[in-house]
């Protein structure tokens, strides 16, 4: 089972953190910690797996990790997880970024941390992994942006009406407005512009 996905710059400052199991936001900012500094430590030409911290299980739990470029992307596992398996799964997680993003860098998980949220959730659920295909994880990403914007669009109607009526350029205020069956008086109101 998936205890834990950390994600954090070469400077230790979480982009991201995902807890599956509960600890107080105390000790959470102590995993984060002690992982950056067991991760951080390690020579590039190692092997990207090692012993959990304390604080996250010690030797019942492995730390797996990939670097790339300024980003440090850590699965904190239980021994019953595959470390190459759990690799496979990072190498899915940030190609499927890098497709969402094109060519995602670390300002993209701050300024969109819902959409990097939303693609995680659709990978893993509750420390168990539900989706490995990268085209079936975008294809529901994609799914999910168009019903926000669906919603959007709905939401932002009435300023878009009130837009459109600033910009219409008329001569003079519309004294009643007629759509099909409905009158609307516009009461005296000062000018648009």
């Keep these: 089972m998936i205890k ?24 959470e900012q102590q995993i984060i910690r002690e992982t950056f500094h067991l991760v951080s430590k390690r020579d590039e030409n190692v092997c990207n797996f090692l012993e959990g911290g304390m604080l996250i299980g010690g030797s019942d739990n492995k730390l797996i990790y990939r670097h790339y470029a300024t980003l440090y992307f850590v699965f904190c596992v239980d021994s019953s997880e595959s470390e190459l398996g759990i690799l496979d799964l990072i190498q899915v997680f940030v190609e499927t970024l890098d497709k969402c993003f094109e060519n995602v860098c670390e300002l993209d998980l701050i300024f969109h941390v819902d959409k990097v949220h939303n693609i995680l959730a659709e990978m893993v659920m509750g420390g168990m992994v539900l989706e490995t295909n990268m085209n079936e994880i975008i294809m529901q990403v994609d799914a999910q942006n168009k019903m926000e914007k669906s919603e959007a ?30 009158s609307i008086k516009v009461p005296n109101l000062p000018s648009f512009k």
């Design 153 to 182: 669009g709905i939401a932002g109607a009435p300023a878009r009406a009130v837009s459109a009526v600033k910009n219409m350029n008329l001569p003079e205020m519309p004294r009643n407005i007629n759509i099909g069956d409905i």
């Design 4 to 27: 834990a996905i950390l994600i954090f710059n070469n400077h230790g400052k979480p982009r991201l953190s995902k807890f599956y199991e509960h600890y107080s936001e105390d000790t």
